[in-house]
């Protein structure tokens, strides 16, 4: 494990240079240079200043390899999604995801969702359509929180937008611990697809009335995992076949 190398994994991930980071983290470029060789350490201050910068865990930061995958990956399979119909919000905030989610989870209960099915499968993906003047002016991000609704639950509960999925074949990666250094794993996680994408000859394919990507978060034998899911070219072979309905 290098401090000084997740620091520098972390800043090429995020995009930017030593001098913006030192500007953020108000020390000289030197001191960013001395941090990732590993020459001197961050004060307890500025490593947490640096946890909430990455948003990850400063545990991770500190002990963790995180250019290393050592078992935060899953091998990357191609599954064909059965269709379902879903209710979907977006929210554009500073915090869109943990917004957005809290007012999808709010809806579910005051629906009946969760009463029909307490382990309703709830799936996000971001909103692109944010403009740069909201992002680069006001800090504006877009989410979007979907719940998969289940055969034969129905509800006039408003507040929200109905939609239904046709039937598509995605590749999928399953994410262990993701928000342990979220602008690490999971963009690397859509970086791995797409590499398979590539090698294996299949590549995304946008279509009406289709996702073209999205997340799903579950807890299994007290882990946190995320199943990231990118739409592909149909295909003669499938590895297996996931009905969400």
């Excluded at 590993?38 to 948003?55: G, Q, T, Y």
């Excluded at 099915?117 to 504006?140: C, H, K, T, V, Y």
């Excluded at 074949?169 to 928000?179: E, G, K, L």
């Excluded at 299994?220 to 995992?225: A, I, L, M, Q, V």
Aim: proline residues 4%.
């Amino acid at each position: 494990m290098s401090l000084g190398k997740n620091i520098q994994y972390l800043r090429k991930q995020k995009k930017i240079t030593q001098e913006q980071l030192a500007e953020r983290m108000s020390v000289s470029r030197q001191t960013i240079y001395k941090w990732e060789a590993d020459e001197i350490i961050p004060e307890l201050n500025k490593l947490v200043a640096l946890s909430d910068m990455f948003s990850c865990k400063l545990d991770a930061l500190v002990k963790e390899d995180m250019n290393v995958d050592d078992g935060v990956y899953s091998e990357i399979t191609v599954k064909k999604v059965k269709a379902f119909k879903m209710a979907r919000y977006v929210m554009l905030t500073p915090n869109p995801e943990d917004d957005v989610n809290s007012y999808m989870e709010n809806w579910a209960r005051r629906s009946g969702l969760l009463e029909f099915q307490p382990d309703a499968m709830r799936i996000g993906w971001d909103f692109p359509f944010a403009i740069s003047e909201m992002q680069n002016r006001f800090g504006l991000r877009g989410y979007v929180a979907a719940y998969i609704l289940p055969e034969g639950f129905e509800t006039s509960c408003p507040g929200v937008e109905f939609a239904d999925q046709k039937e598509a074949d995605y590749a999928v990666i399953t994410v262990r611990d993701p928000f342990a250094t979220a602008l690490g794993r999971i963009p690397n996680a859509y970086k791995k697809i797409m590499e398979f994408l590539q090698a294996n000859g299949f590549r995304e394919k946008p279509k009406e009335g289709i996702l073209s990507c999205f997340e799903y978060v579950y807890k299994k034998e007290g882990n946190t995992y995320m199943d990231v899911y990118i739409h592909v070219d149909s295909v003669s072979r499938t590895d297996s076949f996931t009905n969400f309905s």
